[in-house]
């Protein structure tokens, strides 16, 4: 998934709690004439529409981040727990079960389909 | 369908009458969410918070006072509507739909008391610490306010998804 897909699909799964938050936060104030206060009002609605996207795309940020660094590491835990191979590149499952396997023995196809 | 459009109704009259109440209410009025919250902010903080008739709760140690613009009653009206929105469709009968609007009254009620306690927690800390910002001090406050009362919007709605959805798992099988 691509990061800008997956803020997409962040704002898509957060879009109810975002309209719960600007009907309360927004919306019903307007509606109680909030509008008149003016400057501060206005003050108080961009802070209170600009700081949840931020923070929707800098959790998608982080988690992105988060994902790396877990996978950087599982890479290394499984490189590491290899023996005899030191190894950087990434782990390919089909690639070890078919290396591990003998060829006269596997009854596993080249590339099987799993369901 | 009857049914669901007597529940929107219903929950529009609920937090209507939520807000209204907070608009005319004072501090003592509010005591229903204050004292739940300013114990568990207590309980978090480990500071006393002692009531202060027509204020709220004071801590003397942090300086910090929970009044009525502190109890998270707009909070509680937002988390009331989205549960209801989420959990909306089983209304199915009369009884199912009294579950559904008491059910998310209190989800609503239990969430608002903890995700306020949180961010007063959160912001008496702020307060007795110094940070190199270059935002006023009610800045962050706000700000704080912002994030932790969306970011516990989102975490109620994806706990309310979730049950409902393993509850509409457990009537399939």
Known sequence: ?115 | VKTKFAVVVAAVVIAWALKRHYADARADDLMWILTPTARLVGAMTGSSFTLQPGEGYFSADRLFLIEKSCAGVNFMIAAFGMVVFTVGHRSRTVASAGSVLAVSLLTSYIAAVLVNAVRIAIATWLAAHYLPLSMSSAAVHRLEGIVVYFGGLMLLYEVAQRVDRRASARITL
């Open chain 1, 1 to 115: 998934m691509s990061s800008q897909s997956r803020i997409v699909a962040a704002f898509r799964r957060a879009a109810v709690p975002l309209a719960a938050y600007y009907a309360v936060t927004l919306a019903l104030p307007l509606a109680n004439g909030a509008a008149q206060s003016g400057a501060r009002f206005a003050a108080h609605a961009s802070l209170v529409l600009v700081v949840p996207p931020v923070a929707i795309v800098l959790a998608c940020g982080l988690y992105a981040i988060g994902r790396s660094v877990s996978g950087w590491f599982v890479r290394a835990i499984q490189c590491g727990s290899r023996s005899g191979v030191h190894s950087a590149a990434p782990v390919n499952r089909r690639a070890n079960i078919r290396a591990h396997a003998s060829p006269a023995t596997s009854s596993l196809p080249a590339d099987p389909i799993r369901g």
